[in-house]
């Protein structure tokens, strides 16, 4: 069975450029989380999808970042305009089980983001 | 809001040690996961546990839930060994906290 998938693997744009991201999860999970490593820093949580539904955005930083998941599939996570401290790993997670604390979350291999 | 320390930051061993990394958190959990992360590579989950311990190869994960702590050992360290890693709990909606990492390095 395939893992959660994340493109690109690596992105690079300049400052004000509008960057895209994508997680496909596990098929089948309805959980989908976005998660960003800034450099220096831990993991932080973005949001949480439960199939096409946002359940919890509070980790979004500000409006430029804007999540969707249409048909409660894979998920797209747009930057715009993208800024210097935007830069990252983005990582995408998935889970079976809606509404379990203990569910083991699937990750992806996470997005490279760089903004010059 | 959940905090999730480790310890420590970062550590080197030879090869063929037996390591220990640390987690605290502060509020109580259902259940703690311990990740690894390779360099320039994605997250692997390890361990998800909420009591007493568990063994896969050489890595054992103990918690002890009236202490809110937790441990990662890792036996007969080898270099693949290195990567970060990482001690996480549930927050309020199923996501996860993360702790700052650990950043082991195994030398041959």
């Known amino acids: 069975e395939a893992g959660v998938t994340q493109f690109p693997s690596h992105s690079v744009i300049e400052k004000g450029q509008t960057v895209t991201l994508r997680c496909d999860p596990i098929?089948?999970?309805?959980?989908l989380y976005w998660y960003r490593r800034v450099m220096g820093k831990e993991i932080k949580f973005l949001l949480h999808f439960v199939k096409e539904s946002k359940q919890d955005e509070s980790g979004m930083p500000n409006n430029r970042f804007l999540a969707e998941r249409t048909g409660g599939t894979y998920s797209t996570l747009k930057v715009q305009p993208a800024e210097l401290e935007d830069s990252g790993v983005y990582f995408c997670a998935s889970s079976y089980v809606w509404g379990s604390l203990t569910d083991t979350q699937y990750f992806g291999p996470g997005t490279r983001l760089t903004v010059l | 809001k959940n905090e999730v320390e480790q310890s420590p930051q970062n550590l080197t061993a030879q090869e063929g040690e037996f390591i220990t990394i640390n987690c605290s958190y502060s509020v109580g959990i259902s259940a703690l996961h311990w990740l690894q992360q390779h360099p320039g590579g994605g997250i692997v989950s390890l361990f998800m546990?909420?009591?007493g311990k568990k063994k896969h190869g050489r890595l054992i994960a103990t918690i002890n839930i009236q202490e809110k702590h937790s441990s990662l050992h890792i036996t007969a360290s080898h270099p693949r060994d290195s990567a970060v890693y990482i001690c996480?709990?549930?927050?309020?909606?199923?996501?996860?906290?993360f702790g700052k990492g650990t950043k082991l390095s195994v030398k041959p």
């Open positions: 996480a709990v549930p927050g309020s909606q199923g996501n996860l906290i």
């Open positions: 546990l909420s009591s």
């Open positions: 098929s089948g999970h309805d959980n």
